[in-house]
Nanobody, 122 residues
Framework: QVQLVESGGGLVQAGGSLRLSCAAS????????VGWFRQAPGKGREFVAR???????KYVDSAKGRFAITRDNDKNTVDLQMNSLKPEDTAVYYC????????????????WGRGTQVTVSS
C-alpha cells in the first residue's frame, strides 16, 4: 500500500496562495488516481480535486479557476496550487490515492495521508 504525506499548509490572508504537496512512498503514484479532500471543523470530508493516472482532472465547483492539481511522476508527488484563498477554504487538507477509476468519493480511496492544516484569515 502506498504511504502518503501532505505538506505545505499554513496560515495565509484572504487572497493569498498556498501550494500543498502530497508525497508518496512505498509505491509509484503513476498508476493511481490521487485526490485532495478537506474537512472543516464540524463538517464532513469534502472533495476538492482529483487527478487520474491519465491526468484526467476534476474540481469541486468552488475550486474551479482558483486551484490547480498537478502530478509529477518522477518525483512521486501530486500538488495542489491554491490561489485567491478565502476564509471558507480553511480546513485540514488530505490527499488520498487509489487504483480505482477516477472518482470524487472519499469512500473509494484506500490510502490517506494525515492531513495538513490550511487557515485563511479574513
Amino acid at each position: 500500500q502506498v504511504q502518503l504525506v501532505e505538506s505545505g499548509g499554513g496560515l495565509v490572508q484572504a487572497g493569498g496562495s498556498l501550494r500543498l504537496s502530497c508525497a508518496a512512498s512505498g509505491r509509484s503514484l503513476s498508476t493511481y488516481t490521487v485526490g485532495w479532500f478537506r474537512q472543516a471543523p464540524g463538517k464532513g470530508r469534502e472533495f476538492v480535486a482529483r487527478i487520474g493516472w491519465n491526468r484526467n482532472i476534476k474540481y469541486v465547483d468552488s475550486a474551479k479557476g482558483r486551484f490547480a492539481i498537478t502530478r509529477d511522476n518522477d518525483k512521486n508527488t501530486v500538488d495542489l496550487q491554491m490561489n485567491s484563498l478565502k476564509p471558507e477554504d480553511t480546513a485540514v487538507y488530505y490527499c488520498a490515492a487509489d487504483h480505482s477509476l477516477p472518482t470524487t468519493s472519499a469512500s473509494d480511496f484506500g490510502s490517506w495521508g494525515r492531513g495538513t492544516q490550511v487557515t485563511v484569515s479574513s
